[in-house]
């Protein structure tokens, strides 16, 4: 039976992936993905066979990837992990019409954890991880995520923070949030991890109200007691000092 | 300068570390961890210096760690990822104590992600992690952000589930859960995630109220839209198939 890999690769450069998902990517004939990660890939396993296809077609590379995965063992890539916000979930839901392909999902490094890396340890303790895009969650319920997460004193990580669409949305968490919190409640966001150009920045959460976000960029912001120690965003664990 | 890493090796055995970490590894002379952790890395590189610590011991152990660190690259690994219930925060609280140490925080795949793999795709979008250790946290700041996420309809991912003096934390999480969200909410567990004895069960929020976790389970409660498909367990993107 020819299996069907759905591998979260980490973010950025290829230094993020585990051995678990390069050895699956090996293992395969066929990698099936978004353009700028099978080119990452591409350089290092050179002798495969790559399907690239466009960001908004989702279904359709999944079920490319399961027609592969027919006759061939296949993997279909994902930046970061292969579930959170990533392919997996679509896969998982097509299977049916392919029952003869045997699944595996491999894990990696999602934008919380290598961001939060790159700023320190700000997720140190209980946190919510909330995405902005309304592309399939209605606004209401995210804004209702926001603001129970707010109550809850979680650390609250956010992807796709900001689109041309929708670039007030950042501002909109952040006012909700500070409705529970105060305004120099510790901040950070993170651009571009592990790829040129990669940035981080620790600020308020009054400055992130007005931070002009963009769709490399993950943010981080810290609970009541999330604090900035020799130039690192940390949220204490509790221990005794 | 000298180097501390803070290194998250992933769970279990070897095969969930990333390129980065194994490359951090290899650089340093001397590894601090806990002897559990310690003993899987020797084995891959048998040639460092490994120093163990007793599991309660943390500020002791980022201390040690620094003061090797002060002569030799040195790298404190933590089990999972570097700062999820990880030693980063604390190695950062204390880093005032040695100017002259470099620190980086290296990221790895926390139990959310590697047991969310093995079940399917549980945190396909906005989830909440919590952990149900009193140790650090009060026990009445927990049961609200259990409340919270409950609110929020949030995946609950929940690390610690029990432990002898709180056998009964869970089936209190469940039943404020169960305030929310129905009794036949899809949930799912994870025992000893890449080691020997690795077990996954998929079952109901009901029937999760009288599950036996232990230190080694980590706990997933799907959202409202949670389902079970050929055999995984699958939270939708919410894309129209």
């Given amino acids: 039976m020819a299996k069907l890999y759905v591998v979260g690769t980490g ?4 230094s993020k992936i585990t051995a678990e998902a390069l ?4 293992k395969c004939e066929v990698i099936v993905g978004y353009t700028v990660y099978t080119d990452i890939i591409k350089k ?3 002798n495969k066979k790559y399907v690239s296809t466009p960001m908004t077609k989702e279904k359709d590379r999944c ?14 890539i994902c930046s970061g992990d292969a579930g959170v916000y990533g392919m997996a979930g679509l896969v998982i839901e097509l299977k049916h019409l392919f029952k003869n392909v045997e699944l595996t999902i ?24 909330i995405s902005l895009s309304d592309l399939l969650t209605p606004y209401e319920l995210i804004q209702k995520r926001i603001r129970c997460a707010a109550q809850g004193d979680f650390v609250i990580c956010i992807y796709n923070p900001s689109s041309k669409k ?3 949305y950042l501002k909109e968490a952040c006012q909700i949030i500070m409705e529970h919190r105060g305004p120099k409640t510790v901040c950070g966001v993170v651009r571009n991890i592990g790829r040129d ?12 109200c007005d931070y002009q976000a963009d769709m490399f960029t993950t943010v981080f912001i810290g609970n009541s007691a999330t604090t900035v120690k020799e130039g690192f965003m940390v ?3 509790g221990y005794i000092l």
């Fill in 197 to 208: 150009g990669e940035e981080k920045k620790i600020l308020t959460l009054k400055e992130l």
């Fill in 106 to 129: 491999i894990p990696g490094v999602t934008a919380a954890l290598s961001g939060g890396a790159l700023l320190g340890s700000p997720l140190t303790v209980d946190f919510a991880v």
């Fill in 63 to 76: 079920l490319l990837a399961y027609k592969y995965a027919e006759t061939e063992n296949t993997a279909i």
């Fill in 11 to 14: 973010p950025g450069d290829i």
């Fill in 166 to 168: 929708r670039s007030g």
């Fill in 44 to 46: 290092f396993l050179p």
């Fill in 23 to 26: 050895a699956a990517l090996k």
């Fill in 235 to 237: 949220t204490p664990r």
